[in-house]
């Protein structure tokens, strides 16, 4: 079956600090992956994605790379920000296969000035 | 925002009543999600929509019903209501086509059981 596994949380970071939240997977067939950022009462928003190996999706500072070798899609950003801090979930979809999409657990990310 | 609203946004109710959730999409898409968020559990996936009346169960489906009728509204109902469902209930559409794919969630609804 699918699988995501993330780090284990929380992070806590200074602000200016490097971010990387480890995201790996097991998927049969050619999943899609994303990262969704959840901040405090809120619903999940699409961060970023990438659909194919090798593929990297960016958005608001933050990166991640499909690395079909590796099976991962870290998330990364150079320089965080107190706005930044809120819990961060890795997720994949499989193209023509299951409509069900697969969750980590979340990562908690917090930042302090 | 992206077309999908939840309500209400807020229920408290008294155990072994009937709730009903609604999601509410204005984006034509085939699959809807309902989730719900628990600390230490993350998602879990309760039921799941690919059509108009078609509807299968997640891992987490008992106590739980939904109806689809129409395809821009998922109605998720516990059947009478406990305090182990107390939580915040998430959904969800799929994105259609390679240019958007992907989930839209809505913004949720937090629901208390006393």
């Known amino acids: 079956g699918n699988s995501v596994t993330q780090m284990e949380g929380p992070v806590t970071l200074s602000e200016e600090a490097f971010l990387t939240i480890n995201c790996t997977y097991t998927a049969t067939g050619y999943p899609s992956l994303f990262w969704y950022v959840q901040y405090p009462g809120e619903g999940l928003q699409l961060l970023l994605k990438?659909?194919?190996?090798?593929d990297k999706g960016s958005n608001k500072g933050f990166e991640a790379t499909y690395r079909k070798e590796t099976t991962s899609f870290h998330l990364e950003k150079g320089s965080v920000q107190v706005s930044d801090s809120a819990v961060y979930f890795c997720a994949l979809g499989i193209t023509g296969g299951s409509y069900i999409p697969t969750f980590g657990r979340g990562t908690s990310l917090i930042v302090h000035p | 925002d992206a077309g999908i609203t939840q309500s209400p946004r807020h229920k408290v109710t008294e155990t072994g009543t009937p709730v009903t959730l609604r999601c509410h999409q204005t984006?034509?898409?085939?699959?809807m999600y309902w989730y719900r968020q628990d600390p230490g559990h993350g998602l879990r996936l309760i039921h799941y929509?690919?059509?108009?009346?078609?509807?299968d169960k997640g891992e987490v489906s008992d106590g739980y019903s939904v109806s689809r009728s129409k395809t821009e509204d998922f109605l998720l109902t516990l059947e009478s209501a406990t305090s182990s469902q107390t939580s915040v209930y998430f959904c969800?559409?799929?994105?259609?086509?390679?240019?958007?794919?992907?989930?839209?969630f809505g913004s949720g609804t937090r629901l208390t059981v006393v």
């Open positions: 969800a559409i799929r994105g259609q086509g390679k240019d958007n794919y992907g989930y839209t």
């Open positions: 984006e034509n898409h085939r699959y």
């Open positions: 990438a659909t194919k190996a090798d």
């Open positions: 929509s690919y059509g108009v009346k078609d509807t």
